[in-house]
């Protein structure tokens, strides 16, 4: 069966400081990968998706980069944190070319202080 | 332009009571249908999905789905409600355009013991 890993599941990181999350998708090979974030209160923002290695669309202009090193493994970056980055981020995978629903990560908590 | 709109932002319903949340999507033709829950704190589960076929769709949890064309609706149901249900609940369509999944704003189920 397919299962989704993200870590670190909290973060805490001061304003201009680096970020990296990570997330790995087991199980399947050559899956859709999707970033997604939530505000506090809010709903679902996608920020960028895959559909292949070094194959990333970004939806959102934004402080954040994608990448996508290896075929299961999605990685959100920033260089310089901003208090706006705080938030739920969610990775999700989507089986390519097959059904259209997502499965979901646990989510990482980022709080930019 | 395609939407997804979740009228209610939050429901508060009593243990034991039925439930029905509203969705309904904006779009030319019939999408794929989904409906997702969060637990607080956490990624979020696919509960049911409507592709064609049968418009009362059963999914986990004891929830089900009904399909109605007419109303472009996908109102989310349960007979009889566990605290273990407070979550959000999202609706989420795929248009035969593409593939990506466009979210409702999601609502807020509340349990009153």
């Known amino acids: 069966s397919q299962t989704i890993h993200q870590w670190p599941a909290t973060l805490v990181q001061p304003v201009g400081s680096p970020l990296s999350l990570e997330c790995t998708v087991e199980?399947?090979?050559?899956?859709?990968l999707y970033w997604y974030r939530q505000a506090a209160g809010r709903g679902l923002q996608l920020l960028f998706y895959?559909?292949?290695?070094?194959?990333i669309s970004s939806e959102v202009p934004q402080n954040l980069s994608a990448s996508r090193p290896q075929d299961r493994q999605f990685i959100l970056s920033s260089k310089k944190l901003l208090l706006s980055d705080s938030g739920f981020y969610l990775c999700?995978?989507?089986?390519?070319?097959?059904?259209?629903?997502?499965?979901f990560g646990p989510g990482t908590r980022l709080t930019v202080t | 332009a395609q939407s997804v709109t979740q009228p209610d932002i939050h429901i508060t319903v009593s243990e034991g009571a039925s439930l029905e949340l509203r969705c309904n999507y904006s779009y030319g033709a019939t999408p794929y249908l989904f409906w997702y829950v969060q637990s607080p704190g956490q990624g979020l589960q696919l509960l049911l999905k409507?592709?064609?076929?049968d418009t009362l769709v059963q999914g986990i949890k004891g929830f089900e789905a009904e399909f109605k064309r007419s109303q472009s609706s996908f109102n989310l149901r349960k007979p009889s409600v566990h605290w273990s249900d407070a979550a959000e609940y999202f609706c989420?369509?795929?248009?035969?355009?593409?593939?990506?999944?466009?979210w409702g704003a999601g609502t807020k189920l509340i349990i009153k013991p």
């Open positions: 989420a369509v795929v248009p035969y355009s593409n593939y990506q999944l466009i």
């Open positions: 895959s559909i292949g290695i070094d194959q």
């Open positions: 409507y592709f064609s076929g």
């Open positions: 199980g399947t090979s050559n899956p859709n």
């Open positions: 999700a995978w989507r089986q390519n070319d097959r059904a259209y629903e997502q499965y």
